[in-house]
């Protein structure tokens, strides 16, 4: 499966974007899908997953109550929606799927496919 992460941008704080990741080649309803991001200089870090069914969703400390993710497996898309950003948020973020158990979700090493990453910055 091919993903591709799509809607980043430039944001002045407290401002808005929604991420697009999009399955191609086959289907990645069977799937769990991460939404990972990376800063310049540090680790990549887990932000939000959702089960394969979307009945299950994970939402990392940092972004709760900010970041909401969804999927429509109709459209093989999972969506993250960022709201309230600040420019800690600033990094590339990547989308990820595979057919993992939810315990499993915040490792990134655990995700066998991988979008190419959408830059987000966020100014202040």
């Known amino acids: 499966v091919q993903l591709q992460a799509s809607g980043g941008g430039l944001v002045q704080a407290g401002g808005s974007l929604r991420l697009s990741c999009a399955a191609s080649?086959?289907?990645?309803?069977?799937?769990?899908v991460g939404w990972f991001r990376q800063a310049p200089g540090k680790e990549r870090e887990f932000v939000a997953a959702?089960?394969?069914?979307?009945?299950?969703?994970l939402t990392a400390d940092s972004v709760k109550g900010r970041f909401t993710i969804s999927r429509d497996n109709a459209k093989n898309t999972v969506y993250l929606q960022m709201n309230s950003l600040k420019p800690e948020d600033t990094a590339v973020y990547y989308c990820?799927?595979?057919?993992?158990?939810?315990?499993?979700?915040?490792?990134?090493?655990?995700?066998?496919?991988w979008g190419q990453g959408t830059q987000v910055t966020v100014s202040s």
């Open positions: 959702i089960s394969w069914d979307g009945d299950r969703t």
């Open positions: 080649g086959r289907t990645f309803s069977g799937y769990a």
């Open positions: 990820a799927a595979d057919d993992i158990h939810s315990e499993t979700y915040y490792y990134f090493y655990k995700y066998e496919y």
